[in-house]
């Protein structure tokens, strides 16, 4: 099954129209997703502006690279103390 993307302005707007009225299913059926899809971009991207939700993104993204970075600098370390624990 071909995966679509949709941007950041298109998910905004399909909440928007929820939060005026539009029922989920009608929306859902517009966009070509199941509600399931619909009820978790709005649960992480209700009531936020096209921006806000980039920007948000845009830190998740930075958060997980951070993540793996600080991951890969602890088991340098821990390999590099039982290098050094040894007697040569």
Do not use: C
């Given at each position: 099954?071909?995966r679509?993307?949709y941007?950041?302005?298109?998910?905004?707007?399909?909440?928007?129209q929820h939060?005026?009225?539009?029922?989920?299913g009608?929306s859902?059926?517009k966009?070509?997703?199941?509600?399931?899809t619909?009820?978790?971009?709005?649960?992480?991207?209700?009531?936020?502006?096209?921006?806000?939700?980039?920007?948000r993104?845009?830190?998740?993204?930075?958060?997980?690279?951070?993540?793996n970075?600080?991951?890969a600098?602890?088991l340098?370390?821990?390999?590099?103390?039982?290098?050094?624990?040894?007697?040569?």
């Amino acid at each position: 099954m071909k995966r679509t993307r949709y941007s950041v302005e298109q998910i905004v707007a399909a909440v928007k129209q929820h939060d005026m009225g539009l029922p989920v299913g009608d929306s859902a059926r517009k966009l070509g997703i199941a509600e399931q899809t619909f009820y978790r971009w709005k649960k992480q991207d209700g009531g936020l502006e096209a921006t806000e939700v980039r920007a948000r993104r845009q830190l998740r993204e930075e958060k997980t690279k951070l993540k793996n970075l600080v991951a890969a600098l602890s088991l340098d370390k821990v390999m590099l103390q039982e290098i050094a624990a040894k007697k040569w």
